[in-house]
């Protein structure tokens, strides 16, 4: 058994919507059904380590002794290593030997501890999730932002970027913020920072026992010492706080319980009575005992990521315990209660009790003042009362600390009372009822047709005044600033284009490549456009091999598409017509032919279709009707190239999903200019000495065809062409595309592509010669060495009425190569 490669799914794919690792996998005849075993132990390996997982499948491939095999993962370096275990597992097994499946366990499960959401930030996500609202984890941490573009927000664990960075460095200031605190009225204790450990007994002295002393900047109870008296005792909690902080304060230790009031926005959300940690004697067994049989409850573990955290025997609990009169190996009596700390944060084995119905509008109030007068809009207020639940009037209290990025899971799942869904509270405070965060998105996907369809839509958009991102295989663009260049037609560009947050609106050319390697960029779009299923297209690469294949690994942006979105189909087109089966959402169709029978189906059923008449291009859904004149459309020539009158029809459709004005729908057509500008390399035109000549970067048979149809509709004294092939399609694709030319053009010129893409110097050539032998037509033929070359051997005979096609490799620079020429005339 050999693994032949291994890459992580981490959008829709073929297979499904979840993320997933996809092997390529080769077995022997006598190894066959090792990999469905393999595909079966990783899937299983993941649930055994902990993740919700439940997707699989092993497929053969066209190759004899070849499969697939797809495992679903939550964490990709979870679902990496499942795969390597799984496979050490199945080797074992072959040859017999044994295997520490625990030692297995162990490692995956550390590392989905290790890398998975805690558990704030994960109950954030899954309120997101229950929204719709799309979400991307942009580190390793817990930043993660939520929705796309300008309607994009980000968290930090449980802080939002509603949050300034002032209010987040005042919070951290805790001999600031009790100033600010003081000055709106909320109780806080006395006390005031201290440079020493001698200043800290002057302080104790000023104060008045007992005491708390505490980090300055400190958090989840690191370095605080509570219930302080005695010299010796103070200048003990000084050295504790100062090794965790940047300065020390010392204050007024009220006597009562601690709370942890929850506000987000303007409103009080959860509050829990935090319980230090503890042991009770049963009159037998120490108190090391004790606490290791608290620290077996499977609720409690190492960091966050638990609902309770493991009681540490440290030096805070060792003088805990000595204040009391006890040390590790004592034995309580039967009852006793023996505390191992003093304050009661969770992070330090403490106990949560929730009490958020029993909270005192007087507290709630105050928590909200406290929160407010920081500048935090998600905040955890630590108090200090005797009972929550009656009136400040009636009793002592005071706000303690005011935490910026509080800790969640006391209030996710207390070890009393119920749980809040404080997650939802926090995304309903970013988004408001009905938002879930998303832009329109289009995606474009297709044989051909796909960049110039792209680039319509997002001139149509743009015209509007809106931002768009628009990806292609030629780059990135970002309103008018190009950001990437190079094909950037796959799933990471989307997912920049979708970060960045002047996007008002996403439109993405989606090719085949992306969706094989990595899945889509995207959860799921507004707007699908197919444009057509070509056969002389990327066939034979990736085990795709029929244009069914290529149809599926297509579909995928249909079959994502929103429940209340639309996909744009080619009627004309029957593999593409079969798409409209798989959306979830409503179907536009759109074709020449009005009485195509897919399409006329379609419109009696009072659906939206799109279609030419009388030189029009038809809008129609049932008596609703609107013409545009395809005179008034330049990228279609009056309607004479019928490619491109297809990619007009297409962009129409969509502009038409989103709800574009009319008036600006034909404005914006009317100024698409297809030039090497606004759409390199897709039908230029230009005029070399009263000769025509057409730049295009047509690559396939398809493609071909559809040039020929369109240059034969173009009078012309005499034709050429210009051609090199792509060595990665197979030999019967390239013949294919001269057999086509041959028929069309009086002089071929062939010239070799820069990258052979593994064909033997001159292969590519001598098969798209093996083409023109079928030519119906004497055609003349010549081989040459380079593209600009070959660009200048046919500009240098061309007369007034003749007519050039250059079919180009290196798009841009054979474009100025090109407009250098025809500059110098």
Not at 420 to 444: C, H, K, N, S, Y
Request: proline share 4%.
């Amino acid at each position: 058994m050999e693994i032949l490669s291994v890459r992580a799914l981490r959008g829709p794919n073929l297979w499904c919507r979840q993320p997933a690792i996809e092997a390529i996998v080769g077995c022997t005849e006598a190894e066959g059904g090792i990999a469905h075993t393999l595909t079966d132990a990783a899937l299983r390996l993941q649930t055994l380590a902990g993740c919700p997982v439940a997707f699989s499948r092993t497929a053969p491939t066209t190759e004899p002794g070849v499969y697939r095999l797809v495992i679903e993962y939550t964490e990709e370096a979870v679902g990496r290593l499942a795969f390597d275990l799984a496979h050490a597992l199945c080797l074992a097994a072959m040859v017999d030997e044994p295997f520490d499946l625990s030692l297995a366990l162990a490692r995956l499960s550390d590392l989905n501890e290790d890398i998975r959401l805690g558990p704030s930030t994960n109950a954030i996500v899954q309120a997101a999730i229950k929204r719709n609202i799309p979400y991307r984890r942009l580190t390793e941490g817990s930043l993660v932002q939520f929705g796309w573009g300008v309607r994009q927000r980000r968290i930090q664990a449980a802080e939002t970027d509603g949050s300034a960075a002032i209010a987040e460095a005042i919070a951290q200031d805790k001999s600031l913020t009790k100033m600010l605190l003081a000055v709106a009225g909320v109780p806080v204790p006395d006390g005031r920072c201290v440079q020493s450990a001698e200043d800290a007994w002057a302080a104790a002295l000023e104060i008045g026992a007992p005491l708390v002393v505490k980090p300055q900047d400190g958090n989840q109870g690191r370095g605080v010492t509570v219930n302080i008296q005695g010299r010796e005792h103070v200048m003990a909690a000084y050295d504790v706080a100062d090794a965790n902080g940047s300065g020390v304060m010392v204050e007024r230790y009220f006597r009562g319980h601690d709370y942890r009031l929850l506000v987000v926005g303007n409103r009080l959300v959860a509050a829990a009575r935090r319980d230090p940690p503890q042991v009770i004697g049963d009159g037998q067994r120490s108190i090391v005992a004790l606490v290791t049989q608290i620290n077996s409850d499977p609720l409690r573990g190492e960091g966050h990521n638990a609902p309770l955290t493991k009681i540490r025997i440290d030096d805070v609990a060792l003088a805990t315990l000595a204040a009391q009169g006890y040390d590790v190996a004592s034995v309580p009596a039967m009852g006793v209660q023996v505390a191992l700390r003093n304050n009661a944060n969770l992070s330090t084995g403490g106990t949560a009790t929730d009490v958020t119905d029993h909270v005192h509008p007087d507290f709630a109030a105050c928590a909200v003042a406290a929160a407010q007068m920081v500048g935090l809009d998600v905040c955890g207020i630590d108090l200090i009362s005797q009972n929550v639940s009656q009136s400040l009037d009636v009793q002592s209290a005071c706000i303690v600390e005011v935490n910026a990025a509080p800790g969640l899971r006391m209030h996710l799942s207390p070890s009393f009372g119920e749980g809040r869904a404080v997650g939802e509270a926090i995304i309903d405070a970013m988004f408001t009822a009905g938002d879930d965060g998303r832009i329109p998105l289009v995606a474009v996907t297709g044989t051909n047709g796909k960049t110039t369809t792209v680039r319509l839509i997002a001139h149509l958009i743009a015209h509007t005044g809106r931002c768009v991102g628009m990806t292609n295989s030629d780059g990135v663009t970002v309103g008018d600033q190009c950001v990437d260049t190079g094909d950037c037609s796959g799933p990471r560009s989307a997912r920049n284009v979708l970060l960045h947050p002047d996007v008002e609106v996403a439109v993405l050319e989606t090719a085949r490549g992306g969706i094989l390697r990595e899945g889509l960029g995207f959860d799921r779009c507004s707007v699908a456009v197919v444009t057509n299923i070509g056969a002389g297209d990327h066939l034979g690469l990736s085990y795709i091999s029929t244009v069914e294949d290529l149809a599926a690994v297509k579909r995928v942006v249909v079959e994502n598409v929103a429940p209340e979105g639309m996909a744009v189909l080619n009627a004309a087109d029957p593999i593409v017509a079969a798409m409209a089966a798989n959306c979830p959402g409503q179907v536009t169709f759109f074709a020449w032919d009005r009485q195509n029978t897919v399409l006329a189906l379609h419109k009696a059923k009072g659906m939206r279709v799109v279609y030419i008449e009388a030189g029009d291009l038809v809008l129609a859904q049932g008596q609703f009707k609107h013409r545009i004149a395809l005179a008034n459309i330049p990228l279609t020539r009056k309607g004479t190239i019928g490619f491109q009158v297809e990619n007009a029809m297409a962009a129409v459709a969509a502009a038409w999903a989103l709800d574009l004005a009319w008036e600006d729908i034909e404005a914006a057509l009317a100024s698409f200019v297809n030039d090497a500008r606004t759409a390199p390399g897709r039908f230029n035109v230009y005029d070399y000495r009263g000769a025509t000549l057409i730049a295009d970067y047509g690559h396939n048979s398809d493609a071909i065809y559809a040039l020929t149809q369109a240059v034969e509709s173009m009078p012309a004294s005499r034709r050429s062409v210009v051609i090199s092939g792509a060595g990665d399609r197979r030999d019967i694709d390239i013949r294919r595309q001269t057999e086509i030319l041959g028929d069309a053009f009086d002089e071929v010129i062939l010239y070799q592509d820069m990258c052979q893409r593994g064909r033997a110097d001159g292969e590519v050539l001598a098969l798209l010669r093996e083409g023109l032998c079928t030519a119906r037509r004497t055609v003349a033929i010549q081989e040459i060495r380079g593209e600009f070359l070959a660009i200048d051997t046919a500009l240098a005979p061309l007369q007034k009425g003749d007519l050039c096609l250059i079919l180009v490799d290196q798009v841009n620079k054979a474009l100025a190569h090109i407009e250098q020429r025809v500059s110098q005339g």
